[in-house]
């Protein structure tokens, strides 16, 4: 049956089908797809044999909301986390490691017939479709959502309902109108190991998005970059390389970078002796810092900016425009500038 609007009355009915092991055609920003109960041995074979494939290969599991990935990997390394933080919802497929699939939350509703339908070789594809129909009926289905393109095997995915009907309508229950598929290029494959992430399928996003989202940069700005935004800078590389039980160089590899830059600052200026003092003190060696201008390059790199005053901020925002809401005051007050202070104002500073 062809619902042909997708309010709320059809969500919930596709939904309940979901639920009661049927097969439902749904939209997605790329294709449309064919979903069943993940936890329902029967309804996944009956998937199986709408897109006949009998290759025994695990589908993707189809996420509602971006926490419901912890059901499915328990300890998601900070690479994941980051790109689903940031690419979801957006046509990307995680592939992430769960070693022991029967420890995973989702297990807890799933026979183990049922969890070698999505976890293979210790690991788990998850996507998040950018389709508001698809995100409202995968979180009200209530169960572990599985799916693949509405289309038999070898044949082309289908971009709008009526051509996802012509293939598979008379295996499945209902299918979802949410009009033409905006893109019709298939969702970016990702295997993430560690820190480390492999393209296993070019897609909506490429190479070049993907490293730059990958990475997580953060930028702090002052006047001269020689003594409140260095000071932050090596701050946070500290506490946030003890927070994570990593060395400084580690940081890099796992796609943390810190940095630091001045509104009126000169290209390769030192330290100042105030700040590189105060940070001895406190146990940081920053004699390698030199200093560098604010750029619009750096700025659009930075998933945040944390700024000293107002003024750094205005500054900011005239060069980030669009996203300007990247930059925030880094403490609720202005952090005053040291410079020609004594210990004591360097000694403030910091603890600011």
């Known amino acids: 049956i062809a619902e042909h609007e997708a309010g709320d009355s059809q969500i919930a009915r596709a939904a309940e089908v979901l639920r009661d092991g049927g097969l439902v055609i749904f939209p997605t920003e790329t294709v449309y797809g064919v979903a069943a109960n993940g936890a329902d041995p029967k309804a996944i074979a009956r998937l199986r044999a709408a897109k006949g494939r009998d290759d025994g290969k695990p589908f993707t599991v189809h996420l509602g909301r971006r926490e419901d990935a912890a059901r499915f990997v328990s300890d998601p390394p900070p690479l994941a986390r980051r ?35 999505f976890y ?11 389709h508001a129909a698809a995100l409202r009926l995968l979180t009200e289905a209530g169960v572990p959502v599985v799916a693949s393109s509405a289309n038999r095997a070898g044949h082309a995915p289908p971009r709008d309902v009526h051509d996802a009907l012509a293939e598979l309508g008379d295996q499945v229950e209902i299918a ?24 296993q399928r070019p897609g909506v996003l490429d190479q070049r998005t993907l490293a730059r989202l990958a990475r997580t940069e953060i930028v702090f700005v002052c006047t001269g970059n020689s003594c409140r935004s260095p000071m932050a800078e090596y701050l946070f590389r500290h506490r946030l390389a003890e927070r994570l039980g990593m060395t400084q160089a580690q940081l890099a590899e796992a796609g943390y970078f810190v940095s630091s830059a001045g509104t009126f600052a000169t290209s390769g200026g030192r330290i100042s002796s105030g700040t590189l003092n105060e940070l001895a003190r406190r146990g940081i060696d920053a004699a390698a810092h030199r200093s560098q201008p604010v750029t619009v390059e750096l700025l659009s790199r930075a998933e945040r900016v944390y700024v000293m005053t107002p003024e750094h901020g205005a500054a900011v925002r005239d060069e980030l425009g669009s996203i300007a809401e990247r930059v925030v005051m880094l403490d609720d007050r202005p952090i005053s ?16």
Not at 343 to 352: K, M, T
């Open 176 to 199: 979802i109108d949410g009009g033409v598929a905006r893109s019709g290029e298939a969702s970016t494959i990702v295997a993430v190991r560690g820190n480390r992430w492999e393209m």
């Open 120 to 130: 293979q070789d210790g690991r788990v594809g998850l996507r998040m479709p950018a």
């Open 337 to 352: 500038d040291p410079i020609g202070g004594d210990e004591e104002a360097y000694r403030h500073c910091g603890d600011q």
């Open 83 to 117: 790109l689903a933080r940031k690419v979801w919802p957006r046509p990307l497929t995680l592939i992430c490691e769960q070693p022991e699939p029967a420890r995973a939350e989702v297990a807890k509703s799933c026979p183990a017939a049922a969890l070698s339908a």
